[in-house]
């Protein structure tokens, strides 16, 4: 870290020790004036008292000269407002305080009224917050309580905010990817380390309030391009308070699923819930009565998935008529007066083989998980209060393979743990606020093999074979499904005898061996925070809020394969290619290898020069990574340190017009694994040190303007511009800057042992892939290094950012009941990703699109300056220079996101909660973000997106995330039933656009669905859906201060189990030679620039090098079916005690 940045932090904010905001990321405020109802004149010296039963002590405040107050770190709740003037005493119950929010109370007194009396005042205080620009939703503890969210953490919730929407591995805000969000629980950051996701799943029984901001926050938070989730759990107070609770999940009370098959494959998979459950305990109280309290929570949970695994075969007994319908099945030779032709039979109206069923089989993953929170609470005196609070989530799972012997299948447990600190402390007269908040969050996950005998075995993964031979050979299938495979000559007992493969194997691969990739990763982020806020008047009342926040992120993660190799068998194609991780010595003849003692190094690795510096291969000395967990080379440590800086004013020039004006710097330092620093670089033939890559300059200005036309509250008018930088996830310290290299070899089968007649193949003569283990200085036909040459940082990269636009206005048309409209633009300004402009020999991270003239004037300087006889530095620094040049080459990233939003929420009052939202959006460009949708690969910031110039064509279009319609509506209604009890009915409606379908193929350098044939989009979009959601709680009261509830839920009602998904591939990576076959050829395909569907008859396949050939591409069977569906109608039902 750059010190003189921190002592320039440091300086900041002692010189707003004086003056700033006052409300935490935990909690919320009550501001308003008071003022005599009749002459409207302004009251000062009058005292305001909050008290709630979520406030261990009653905060004050005194009005000033302008009859104004405001009272802060109120923790979110109902409070009682009271109003003392002279002899005068008024009460404002049900005031509602949000988490991060202010809530307006204005307040008129009669001085002329009789003192004495307390008057309370029935009338409801506004919802709308007159201080802020953001937009978002907040989610209290009522809502989780009585709608039917889909889940029991938090995140189960998020898709309530308008503009949210769920992808693979969250919920997305705002046209970003879920990777692009942050996550805070109590205050203290909690997102995942390695990708970005939701770190610590907190049980909804815990919560007492989710704060979802979609747009437009303010300078505190930062590292966030999609959206910020704010978590606060519950805590003690005066009162003992607490529930028991239990909630279950039977498989029982689930629809039968539609089946999603998978055409041209012998094996079909469906998950279908066998239980859930979970059960526990909340309490919280005093310690000690106005000083000292406590809450605990305790919540096991146990699930089960039920996955029946049934096995068909292809048929081969029907003809199409001339009505265009089938005949029935007649197995009959042709000749014979049947209709057996040696062509599978298709079903013209879906495309899909006609199959018949042959087995059933049900394999179980079970889990099994405790969620911990405990806390405590001190307050030395109403103005200085701290927070202890420890959140733990063991869990474990256990997963049997499914496409294969269970015993490939795999045991994962896993440990979270979040443990924070804060204080707060108010001085002069509560208008200085000082906030220290000191937090550590921990992951540790690590796995070990379904069968314990399995441990040292590769993962093999079988393609284009037939089940009728891999079902016996291997011994997972039952007798049903190996005598249903079996093929035959006619006469015997094979019904379709003309078929050479009944059951093929071609879209789905089968898994055998050990579990793969080794897991033993450990994660952890130490952070601290100190903020200082106060109010001054200076034209008008500004609140100045100025903070620090430094994290110190470490991972550790494991690098090593079971067996350690991982064997991909093509089996009719007569290829075996074997992946291994490896450590590099350096090149055959290199100092770094005349000079090695290191008995580890005692392979050879080769890979082609493409840089054209030799003819053929280039030599290595290596070592295999082998062995167990903690041998050299098998786990990786990776460092990101950040840090951040942010002053903000909130400026009312008016008490109904606010200017919010703020800003942020922010760093962040990357850094190379611990074990390359100090060896020497084999691009730039430099010692590495410590930083791999340090992101300066992050400046983020944002500015935002409300306008109050009823200057009680009950309305707003606003704007808001803002920037935002990415906070890069460790991913990519763990490869680009963890020595991450991987050696592929392709063997002919010949190389690899005598035939395994388990494998089969198309003449029986396949090998079993762990045959090309047994030497290990086999040399295969094709080798080829990944990541050997190094990753090259572009110089002069900058971070990754995004600009945001938002206008819109609410207004609370009725007590309780406030509609809004709004407009949101984000537009990516920068992008970060991995490129390479050498056909993926050399890898370089930078700003796809864009490379600064200065830099390469300066490397032209460092070139020229460069010896004249030292030819080899010469031809290095110019080889950086064209790689360099060549990233202007590409496509600038381009994400944009427009969306109209209207609003409506009516808060809890007489009886009824409604929230509803209207988004109209568009999500366009050629960047979905840190998420690659369409190949479902997860690296941040380097993946395949941008590596290759010739895969950049078609991909501008509407994005993964794009539904342009999105309705949402909650709310609940209590039917009191006076003695009898209450009942609740909630309800929570879904309906959106679908998602855009693409036409996708392979590429020979990168593997299956690289390729955009045709532009995004251009197939259409999956089908309009929609749900309907029920929750009924029936609630009695047992006695004093204690209710028992039942409750029930219904998960889409009417059982609409739309597509989730379908196979965007159109062309598979390897064709098989005809339909029903057991060999084929691998083929790869170009993009056809601007092409529409018909032109995909003319798309020919590319060989190995990139060249096209004359031969046609093929259809993938399984084109646009559905690979995915909603859940079916499901019930779930529980209990719970409040005391």
Known sequence: MNTKHLFLSTALLGAFASSAYSQSNTTGAVQGAVVDSKTGEKLPGVTVIATSPSLAQAQTAITDENGGYKITDLPPGDYLITFYYADITLERGGVNVGVNKVTPVFQKLNQAQAGGEVVKITDTAPTIDPTSTTQGITIDKNYIKNI???????????????????????????????????????????????????????????????????????????????????????????????????????????????????????????????????????????????????????????????ITRTTKRQTDCRKLEASGNLSTCDARLQAMGGNADSVPDVDPKTGFYITDTLDEEVRSRSARALSFLGKINYAATPENQGQLAIQAQPGQSESPGIYGP?????????????????????FNDNKTEIE?????????????????????????????????????????????????????????????????????????PYVIGGPGSISNDLQQRRAAKLSVTQRMKAGGSHEI????????????????????????????????????????????????VMGN??????????????????????????????????????????????????????????????????????EQRLRYAEFLRGQVDPLTNETLGKNAMTMTGMLAPRVGILYDWTKEGRSKIYAHWGRFYESIPMRINDRSFGGEVNFQQDFAPSQCGAPDPRIGGPIGNA??????????????????????????????????????????????????????????????GRVIEDVSTDNADTYIIANPGEWSSDEEEKLMDRIDRVDPANLDEKARLTRQL???????????????????????????????????SYTFSKTEGNYPGLISYDNGQVDPNISSQYDLIELLANRVGPLPQDRPHYIKLDGYYTFDLKKAGNITVGTRLRALSGVPINALGGHYLYGGNESFLL???????????????????????????????????LHNIYNRQGTAGVDDNFAPQFKLSAPNSTSGTEQNANPVSGGTYQDLIWVKTIDNRGNESAVPIGKNPNFRNTTGRYSPLNANFGMRLNF
């Open 148 to 306: 039917p969210v889909p889940g029991r953490t938090f995140e189960s919730a998020l898709g309530a905010a308008a503009g949210s929407q769920g992808d693979q591995l969250g919920v997305s805000f705002s046209g970003s990817s879920s990777l692009e969000n942050q996550y805070y629980v109590d205050g203290v950051n909690t997102t995942g380390l390695t990708f970005g996701t939701v770190g610590s799943p907190v049980i909804n029984d815990f919560i007492e309030e989710i704060e979802v901001i979609t747009g437009g926050y303010n300078a505190e938070y930062g590292r966030a391009t999609g959206g910020v989730v704010n978590v606060v759990t519950k805590s003690g107070s005066n009162e003992f308070k607490g529930s028991v609770f239990a909630y279950f999940q039977p498989g029982a009370l689930t629809a039968a699923a539609e089946r999603t098959p998978n055409n041209a494959s012998s094996i079909d998979a469906t998950g279908d819930l066998a239980y859930y459950a979970d059960f526990g305990f909340e309490l919280g109280g005093p310690i000690i009565k106005d000083k000292l309290w406590f809450f605990v929570g305790v919540a096991p949970q146990v699930s089960k998935v039920d």
């Open 882 to 916: 064209n790689l360099f040049k060549g990233i202007r080459i590409f496509d600038k990233p381009r994400r944009d996101y427009n969306a109209l939003q209207f609003t409506m929420t009516r808060r809890f009052s007489k009886k009824l909660y409604v929230q509803g």
């Open 406 to 426: 269970a015993t490939s299948g795999s045991k994962l447990s896993g440990l979270t743990t979040d443990i924070s600190t804060k204080w707060t402390s108010k």
């Open 436 to 508: 220290a908040v000191i937090g550590w969050h921990r992951e540790k996950i690590s796995d070990d093999p379904y069968d314990p005998s399995q441990a040292d075995k590769p993962l093999q993964v079988l393609y284009d074979g037939s089940l009728g031979v891999w079902g016996p050979g291997f011994g997972a299938e039952s007798n049903a499904t190996n005598e249903g495979c079996r093929d035959l000559p006619p006469g015997m007992s094979d019904p379709y005898p003309l078929l050479a493969n009944n059951c093929p194997m071609d879209t789905a």
């Open 597 to 666: 003692t290191d008995p580890r190094y005692d392979n050879r690795c080769s890979t082609p020069d493409t840089s054209g510096q030799t003819m053929g291969n280039i030599q290595y000395v290596c070592d295999y990574i082998t062995g167990d967990l903690g041998a050299p080379g098998t786990e990786v440590s990776g460092n990101t340190l950040n840090w951040s800086v942010y002053l903000r004013d909130s400026w009312q020039i008016q008490p109904n017009l606010t200017l919010n004006a703020g800003v942020r710097y922010e």
């Open 767 to 828: 090998r079993n892939g762990e045959g090309c283990l047994t030497d290990p200085n086999a040399v295969g036909a094709q080798e080829r290094l990944i990541g050997a040459s190094g990753v090259l940082i572009a110089p002069g990269i900058k971070p990754q950012y995004m600009d945001e636009i938002i206008g819109g206005f609410e207004y609370e048309i009725l007590d309780d009941l406030k509609i809004g409209v709004s407009f949101q633009n984000r537009r990516m």
């Open 1015 to 1049: 532009p995004r989009g251009q197939i259409g979009r999956t089908d309009f859906e929609h749900s309907l959601d029920l929750r009924l709680i029936y609630a009695r009261n047992l006695g004093k201060n204690m209710q028992l509830e039942f409750f029930v839920d």
């Open 545 to 592: 809020k100025a903070g620090i926040d430094v994290e110190d992120n470490t991972s550790n993660t494991a690098r090593l394969y079971s067996g350690g190799a991982f064997i991909q068998n093509y089996v009719g194609s007569d290829l075996i290619r074997v992946n291994r991780w490896v450590q590099l010595l350096g090149k055959m003849g290199s100092p770094q």
